[in-house]
């Protein structure tokens, strides 16, 4: 019989409810998984989306988290890529089928089997709901696992596993380069990763936020430029001079406005999943042959192309780090779009 361990976790037992102590179960390492003693896990805006059930579906009680870095504390018998002691990260992504075509191409979320993400997925193998990073200790197939460069600071880290991918990736997928003008759409988490990678890329990068109270962090961070989406006549001249707008906005608003942002043929990636529909015109996109696309996160690969990639240029998350003990008011404040940039849980606060 497959032996478990209880670690302490941090999580939701109903929609909406306060996160409290939830202690879990943590499987043995079977054969090729690495257990993860975990370090910091940050908060991305999905978790919260989760706790309240904004997509419907969501499975009580739920432990979100799935921006880890930590270090391998044991290996199961034939597990191979990591030794006890290294700094890795695990991200959405912990399981696949490997085989199917999207698998093979390395884009693993995108599994005709079903992808199991860390937390609040069927984990297929095993009949259980996977639980995530708001938590001491995780135990994932090594092919899930990723190498967190020395050079990074892990906490700093632990949000590019998320934030990070979801970000580079498209970037990527676009072709951002010196020389383009590219507008990033809301300054959270996600939002202040696509300036400091859009920045390192050599693009011309403007942050278009609700208010001016980021205007200042959006110029060190990276940014050229700085519009306050509220102020009346705030698009105006920006129309028809962007190559990419990057939409991280995790509430309902105005695409039609952002779409003529585009220069012909440019492209808006959507990353933000804002709960329930979005309407965008036709009009908006024909006259311009402009293009709308979505993104989502990125597969392990690409995944570890980015994290060497911001291990060499020296890019971590700029973070708050918290106390477990403080995740609802983190979670307030995120509703808020009051965050500097991630909140990062410090997984010693959960105790042994
Ligand atoms: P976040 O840190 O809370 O940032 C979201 C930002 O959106 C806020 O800081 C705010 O920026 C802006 N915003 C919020 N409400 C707004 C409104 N009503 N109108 C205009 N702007 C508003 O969230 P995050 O962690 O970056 O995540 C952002 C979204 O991406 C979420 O919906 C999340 O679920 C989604 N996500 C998608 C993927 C994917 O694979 N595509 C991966 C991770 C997350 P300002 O203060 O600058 O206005
Ligand atoms: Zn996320
Ligand atoms: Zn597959």
């Known amino acids: 019989m497959a032996m478990t361990k209880t670690v302490p976790a941090y999580g939701a037992r109903a929609a909406k409810s306060p996160l409290e102590p939830l202690p879990i179960e943590r499987r043995d390492p079977e054969a090729r998984d690495v257990e993860i003693e ?11 989306h989760k706790v309240n059930d904004d997509w419907g579906g969501t499975h009580f009680p739920v432990v979100p988290g799935h921006e880890i870095v930590g270090r391998v504390v044991a290996r199961g018998a034939r597990a191979r890529r990591f030794q006890v002691d290294d700094l890795v990260g695990v991200g959405c992504i912990v399981d696949s089928c490997r085989t199917c075509p999207p698998c093979r191409a ?34 994932v197939d090594e092919r899930y696992v990723l190498r967190v460069p020395d050079a990074l600071d892990p906490a700093r880290a632990a949000p590019l596993l998320c934030a990070g991918i979801t970000t580079y990736s498209p970037l990527r997928q676009f072709g951002c380069r010196k020389g383009q003008s590219v507008a990033v759409v809301g300054l959270g988490g996600l939002g202040h990763m696509t300036v400091k990678l859009a920045a390192s890329m050599g693009a011309d990068v403007t942050v278009l936020s609700t208010s001016r109270a980021k205007e200042k962090d959006a110029l060190r961070l990276g940014a050229k430029r700085f519009v306050a989406t509220r102020e009346s006549g705030a698009l105006d ?3 028809r001079t962007f190559d990419l707008v990057v939409d991280t906005v995790s509430a309902p608003h105005d695409l039609d406005a952002e779409a003529t942002l585009l220069r012909s043929l440019g492209t808006m990636v959507l990353v933000g999943l804002p709960p329930g529909a979005s309407s965008l015109n036709a009009g908006a996109l024909v006259f311009g042959n402009r293009r709308v696309a979505g993104s989502n996160i990125g597969g392990i690969p ?5 994290l060497d990639y911001c291990g060499q240029k020296g890019i971590g998350a700029d973070i708050e780090i918290i106390r477990a003990q403080q995740v609802n008011d983190a979670y307030q404040r995120m509703e808020r779009g009051d965050v500097r940039y991630r909140f990062v849980i410090d997984a010693k606060s959960l105790g042994p």
């Open 38 to 48: 975990i370090f910091y896990c940050g908060i991305c805006h999905s978790d919260l």
């Open 302 to 306: 690409e995944t570890q192309e980015m």
């Open 237 to 239: 001249g920006l129309r």
């Open 106 to 139: 390395g884009h693993e979320m995108f599994c005709e089997k079903g992808v199991t993400f860390s937390f609040d997925s069927l984990d297929k193998a095993r009949g259980s709901w996977t639980l995530g990073g708001y938590s001491t200790h995780i135990v």
